[in-house]
């Protein structure tokens, strides 16, 4: 399926099924695969950082993160039918791993939000072994490189914040030769551990998780401004 272009950025029209098949047999190929998640606020930030820009175009799958997308999408008379989180889709990556037999590493966020996530998440999918993890506060990048390559995990997520993620995984991939997936995954970490709650069903279920974390934090409406800015750029670009 041919990615869908916003504004200069690439999405992928794949749902998560989808993209974990395809993960399948590109881990059966010995190849590398990267996932990021778009969403308006990404998208306007590429319009004035070239590297934001290039680090999204560059890999593999661009999930659609944000009704904002799926809005655009339809405005466009794209295939995007659903949303794909960041969160969801380490979910679906975390399953697929215990499911393979595959090891996974985890690097970012606070020493306790991240080593509670790895015991909750243990708790909660059979099978899932996590084969190491590391708060994103160290200092000595080479050792935690070789800890990483030491666990032997498969799959790889990232949780610094955008886009320093990104630039993480670009510049140590070729480092981690033994990880075949690696996910930016943002506040995912943070969510799975318990301390950020997610929007409650009903928010969740009619794409209005903006609206509930604008209620919870007013001081996110400067960075939600990209929604209406982004589809009012799409529609003008049309
Ligand atoms: N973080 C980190 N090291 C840093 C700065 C941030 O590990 O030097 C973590 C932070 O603790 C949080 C995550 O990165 O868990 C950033 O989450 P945020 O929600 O800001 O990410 P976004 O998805 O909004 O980019």
């Given at each position: 399926?041919?990615?869908?272009?916003?504004?200069?950025?690439?999405?992928?029209?794949?749902?998560?099924?989808?993209?974990?098949?395809d993960v399948k047999v590109r881990i059966a190929e010995g190849l590398q695969s990267t996932v990021i998640a778009v969403n308006p606020e990404?998208?306007?930030?590429?319009?004035?950082?070239?590297?934001?820009?290039?680090?999204?175009?560059?890999?593999?799958?661009?999930?659609?993160?944000?009704?904002?997308?799926?809005?655009?999408?339809?405005?466009?008379?794209?295939?995007?039918?659903?949303?794909?989180?960041?969160?969801?889709?380490?979910?679906?990556?975390?399953?697929?791993?215990?499911?393979?037999?595959?090891?996974?590493?985890?690097?970012?966020?606070?020493?306790?939000?991240?080593?509670?996530?790895?015991?909750?998440?243990?708790?909660?999918?059979?099978?899932?072994?996590?084969?190491?993890?590391?708060?994103?506060?160290?200092?000595?990048?080479?050792?935690?490189?070789?800890?990483?390559?030491?666990?032997?995990?498969?799959?790889?997520?990232?949780?610094?914040?955008?886009?320093?993620?990104?630039?993480?995984?670009?510049?140590?991939?070729?480092?981690?030769?033994?990880?075949?997936?690696?996910?930016?995954?943002?506040?995912?970490?943070?969510?799975?551990?318990?301390?950020?709650?997610?929007?409650?069903?009903?928010?969740?279920?009619?794409?209005?998780?903006?609206?509930?974390?604008?209620?919870?934090?007013?001081?996110?409406?400067?960075?939600?401004?990209?929604?209406?800015?982004?589809?009012?750029?799409?529609?003008?670009?049309?």
């Open positions: 399926m041919d990615k869908e272009q916003y504004l200069g950025v690439s999405v992928s029209p794949y749902t998560y099924d989808e993209i974990i098949d990404k998208v306007i930030t590429a319009g004035r950082d070239p590297l934001v820009k290039e680090l999204i175009n560059e890999s593999t799958y661009q999930i659609p993160d944000g009704i904002g997308m799926i809005i655009a999408s339809k405005l466009k008379k794209g295939d995007i039918r659903e949303r794909v989180t960041g969160v969801d889709m380490m979910g679906r990556l975390l399953e697929f791993a215990a499911q393979e037999g595959h090891g996974v590493f985890f690097y970012g966020a606070k020493e306790e939000v991240v080593r509670t996530a790895k015991e909750k998440l243990e708790a909660k999918i059979p099978n899932l072994h996590v084969a190491g993890y590391e708060s994103g506060y160290v200092q000595d990048q080479e050792a935690l490189v070789q800890k990483i390559n030491e666990s032997k995990a498969a799959l790889l997520f990232v949780a610094l914040g955008s886009p320093r993620q990104e630039l993480w995984i670009r510049e140590n991939m070729p480092k981690l030769p033994h990880v075949k997936v690696f996910q930016g995954v943002g506040g995912s970490f943070d969510v799975y551990s318990g301390k950020v709650k997610r929007a409650p069903a009903f928010y969740r279920k009619f794409g209005l998780e903006w609206l509930y974390r604008l209620m919870k934090e007013p001081k996110r409406i400067k960075r939600q401004m990209a929604l209406p800015k982004f589809l009012l750029k799409i529609l003008v670009n049309k």
